[in-house]
């Protein structure tokens, strides 16, 4: 039983990567949307920064950034005590 389920995840799974490699667009071409013209407009005025990445990273996109910091420290932290010195 577990193989036929291991199999028909795997079928679903390797159709879900063909159909999304023929959505991907094709290499070099540039993937603008609205957004981007929007963060480009906008973002002096709402952020208070000249650098429109700065204002993305840190003010539209904070939470997010946050989040990835935590990722990064929870998986320094857990290197470092899985390789720490015990100490007797």
Do not use: C, H, W
């Amino acid at each position: 039983m577990k193989k036929l389920v291991f199999g028909i995840a795997f079928v679903f799974f390797i159709a879900f990567m063909i159909l999304a490699a023929f959505d991907m667009r094709p290499f070099g071409e540039p993937g603008f949307t609205e957004i981007d013209d929007y963060y480009i407009q906008n973002a002096q005025a709402e952020a208070g920064t000249n650098n429109v990445v700065t204002s993305i990273v840190f003010d539209y996109r904070g939470f997010d950034t946050l989040g990835e910091g935590t990722v990064l420290f929870t998986a320094v932290v857990g290197i470092v005590a899985l390789f720490r010195e015990v100490v007797k």
